[in-house]
């Protein structure tokens, strides 16, 4: 079974930085690549940022390229996602979740496999 949860969410202005992290339970976490995707109201979750197993190899959403940074440390099995140059249209709950082997391209959600509960990113004007 894994277990995934975010922490950092909060509320900051435009302009503003924070750091998300997930926290994975399992012995697996290293051998996955991993995903943060993020959910307003009404909407469909939309991909944000990928990163491979290794760490060698991200993929960011047009959205926040050159804003946001994905990273990994698989001796603490945590992922990371830094936003900087926060805008209002980031408002979201942001999810972390593990890749899931499979035929769905990785902006799909159907990419992966599990989720974490999710945290509330409000980034105000």
């Known amino acids: 079974q894994v277990q995934l949860v975010e922490s950092g969410g909060g509320l900051v202005q435009a302009g503003g930085s924070l750091r998300l992290s997930c926290a994975a339970s399992?012995?697996?976490?290293?051998?996955?690549?991993m995903g943060w995707l993020r959910q307003t109201p009404g909407k469909e979750r939309e991909f944000v940022a990928r990163?491979?197993?290794?760490?060698?190899?991200?993929y960011y959403a047009d959205s926040v390229k050159g804003r946001f940074t994905i990273s990994r440390d698989n001796a603490k099995n945590t992922v990371y996602l830094e936003m900087n140059s926060l805008k209002p249209e980031d408002t979201a709950v942001y999810y972390c979740?593990?890749?899931?082997?499979?035929?769905?391209?990785?902006?799909?959600?159907?990419?992966?496999?599990?989720w974490g509960q999710g945290t509330q990113v409000t980034v105000s004007s």
């Open positions: 990163i491979s197993w290794s760490g060698g190899s991200t």
């Open positions: 399992g012995r697996t976490f290293s051998s996955y690549a």
């Open positions: 979740a593990r890749d899931a082997p499979g035929g769905y391209g990785y902006t799909n959600p159907r990419a992966y496999d599990y």
